[in-house]
């Protein structure tokens, strides 16, 4: 167990819906991120926050936004889904915003778009 | 654009026996991280090398940062079933702030 939750664990919609994915970092980490990973492929970074602000972004459509909250859990809204976006998603988190510092993965949320 | 590049992408070998990993790239990396994913399951970090040229050692793992920290290699001594599973590469940016990672290098070891 890494520490950090995520919610839900599965979440089947059909295309155009609009979903939102919840994480819980570890306690005492302020830096958050969120990745995507679809079958048999590595993690696409998507973005990254810290301490409630935007750190980093990666690879994240228009359609996708996060944000980070005062008690520093984050959520990550996807918005007119489409078939594509079906894959895991991961959350990390970590101390500090970077300089090698190690990330704890969640469980992940699989997406499922019908 | 992936960045980082891992081969082979499926390896599949009887227990006992060596095996390499590598990750490649044409960027230099702050550091880099080896990562292990089981099936369903988030990735577990293994190790994390920052100093180019440098060799660390974890039980029957041993992990190599290039020299020009660009590349990275992954070797398993006498592999057991328990190392089955993806082996992940993800190199540090030199902003700090994004991770790159490699498509992975699934793993089965047979008993």
């Known amino acids: 167990d890494s520490g950090v939750t995520q919610t839900p664990k599965h979440l089947i919609t059909a295309t155009g819906q609009r979903v939102t994915l919840r994480c819980s970092p570890r306690s005492g980490d302020l830096s958050v991120y969120w990745y995507q990973q679809s079958l048999d492929q590595g993690l696409q970074f998507l973005i990254q926050y810290y301490n409630g602000e935007e750190r980093a972004k990666g690879n994240i459509l228009e359609r996708f936004s996060a944000q980070q909250f005062p008690d520093l859990h984050s959520e990550l809204n996807l918005s007119s889904l489409e078939l594509g976006d079906s894959a895991l998603y991961f959350c990390?988190?970590?101390?500090?915003?970077?300089?090698?510092?190690?990330?704890?993965f969640g469980p992940g949320t699989r997406l499922t778009v019908l | 654009t992936q960045l980082l590049e891992q081969s082979p992408q499926f390896l599949s070998i009887q227990e006992g026996e060596n095996l390499t990993v590598y990750c490649n790239s044409s960027s230099v990396f702050s550091s880099l991280q080896w990562y292990r994913q089981e099936p369903g399951e988030g990735p577990v970090l293994l190790v994390t090398v920052v100093t180019g040229g440098e060799v660390k050692k974890l039980k029957r793992l041993t992990f190599q940062f290039g020299d020009a920290r660009k590349d990275s290699s992954l070797h398993i001594t006498a592999a057991q079933p328990g190392d089955t599973g993806l082996y992940l590469c993800?190199?540090?940016?030199?902003?700090?702030?994004?991770?790159?990672f490699g498509s992975g290098t699934k793993l089965n070891v047979k008993p």
């Open positions: 993800a190199g540090e940016g030199n902003n700090f702030n994004k991770f790159y």
């Open positions: 990390a988190s970590s101390v500090d915003p970077g300089g090698g510092d190690e990330q704890f």
